[in-house]
T-cell receptor
Framework: GEDVEQSLFLSVREGDSSVINCTYT??????LYWYKQEPGAGLQLLTY?????DMKQDQRLTVLLNKKDKHLSLRIADTQTGDSAIYFC???????????FGKGTRLSVIA | NAGVTQTPKFRVLKTGQSMTLLCAQD?????MYWYRQDPGMGLRLIHY???????AKGEVPDGYNVSRLKKQNFLLGLESAAPSQTSVYFC?????????????FGPGTRLLVL
């Protein structure tokens, strides 16, 4: 199966919270990442979490990590239209190997 | 700093033609990557480099070649373009050699092969 899995689409109303989920398979992953891709642009790092942490909060963003279930989530509070984008989950593998990305979740924010 | 730049931004090729995509970074990063992005497929790694003069295959290397003659540049070549290579190509770079590796992406090159 896929190394990193995400649902492809999510639609929320402006002002609501968005939760984007991701599952990964490599228990040795040391860091997990969330990247954002706006239309017509490259990916930009949003945040990352070290594998020995359960939660990381950064303003409107909350990352939750359940290492036992290999489940990562990104919560965006008070979602705005500017949050409409594709969000990629990625994991780092052991050694100097490249990140493994999920297929991305397209978030649509309805005004 | 310009970060990661890609040339060209957009290109149309005929089947069988060749071309080279250029990626340049001014952050003194050791590692560089080439990805392609297709609808519903996410990002797929084509080739990467962990230092000047080195290259390695990624998930989908067939039909592409790369070179890293200078640390700041990573070139992606298509010797004989095929319609299946129609895609958006992204270059990225990272410091390298650390457990926490943030990748910095270029703006992408949109390639259409007719």
């Amino acid at each position: 199966g896929e190394d990193v899995e995400q649902s492809l689409f999510l639609s929320v109303r402006e002002g609501d919270s968005s939760v984007i989920n991701c599952t990964y398979t490599d228990s040795s992953s040391t860091y997990l990442y969330w990247y954002k891709q706006e239309p017509g642009a490259g990916l930009q790092l949003l945040t990352y979490i070290f594998s020995n942490m359960d939660m990381k909060q950064d303003q409107r963003l909350t990352v939750l990590l359940n290492k036992k279930d290999k489940h990562l989530s990104l919560r965006i509070a008070d979602t705005q239209t500017g949050d409409s984008a594709i969000y990629f989950c990625a994991e780092s593998k052991a050694g100097n190997t490249p990140l493994v990305f999920g297929k991305g979740t397209r978030l649509s924010v309805i005004a | 700093n310009a970060g990661v730049t890609q040339t060209p931004k957009f290109r149309v090729l005929k089947t069988g033609q060749s071309m080279t995509l250029l990626c340049a970074q001014d952050m003194n990063h050791e590692y560089m990557y080439w990805y392609r992005q297709d609808p519903g497929m996410g990002l797929r790694l084509i080739h990467y480099s962990v230092g000047e003069g080195t290259t390695a295959k990624g998930e989908v290397p067939d039909g592409y070649n790369v070179s890293r003659l200078k640390k700041q540049n990573f070139l992606l070549g298509l010797e004989s373009a095929a319609p299946s290579q129609t895609s958006v190509y992204f270059c990225a770079s990272s410091l390298g050699g650390r457990k926490q590796e943030t990748q910095y992406f270029g703006p992408g090159t949109r390639l259409l092969v007719l």
